[in-house]
């Protein structure tokens, strides 16, 4: 989504990464452990996939722990979230989602993607410059 996109196209955007991020009676219980070994894991992981100046802090979780967030400096995409899981920090989107996370996303210099759990294919990313 472009800041250029009209006006009730970035409220539907806001709207639907509201929903992802919301429990649903199906779905898992938060695992704490999961949490508090994952962050750390993926803090490592986006300073080494990083195209940019890694912020401090770069990965927290977020929202009763159903959403994780890495900022990065360059590099964020529709990918970005889901490789760092599987190919940086030893997990995947299933594994989270049993965990409880609902969102996994990435911020750098120009967008925010963020990855549902709950459904692989659900991608969204939204020109979000960092102030």
């Known amino acids: 989504i472009q800041p ?4 009730e196209q970035q409220m539907m ?3 639907y990464t509201l929903a992802m991020v919301s429990p649903q009676p199906t779905d898992p219980l938060v695992d704490k452990a999961y949490i508090d070994a994952i962050v ?3 803090a490592v992981a986006v300073r080494t ?3 940019g100046k890694t912020p401090p802090n770069p990965a927290k979780a977020t929202k009763g722990n159903r959403k994780i967030e890495v900022d990065m400096g360059k590099g964020c995409n529709e990918r970005t979230p889901s490789n760092l899981l599987a190919q940086r920090a030893g997990s995947s ?4 989602y049993d965990a409880g996370v609902l969102v ?3 911020h750098d210099d120009l967008w925010e993607c963020h990855q549902s759990t709950r ?3 659900d991608v969204l990313c939204h020109a979000a410059p960092r102030r």
């Not at 250029?4 to 006006?7: F, I, W």
């Open 4 to 7: 250029s996109a009209p006006p």
């Open 13 to 15: 955007a806001i709207q």
């Open 40 to 42: 750390p894991k993926l």
């Open 49 to 51: 996939a990083d195209k």
């Open 93 to 96: 989107l299933r594994e989270a």
């Open 104 to 106: 996994v996303s990435c």
């Open 119 to 121: 459904d692989p294919s």
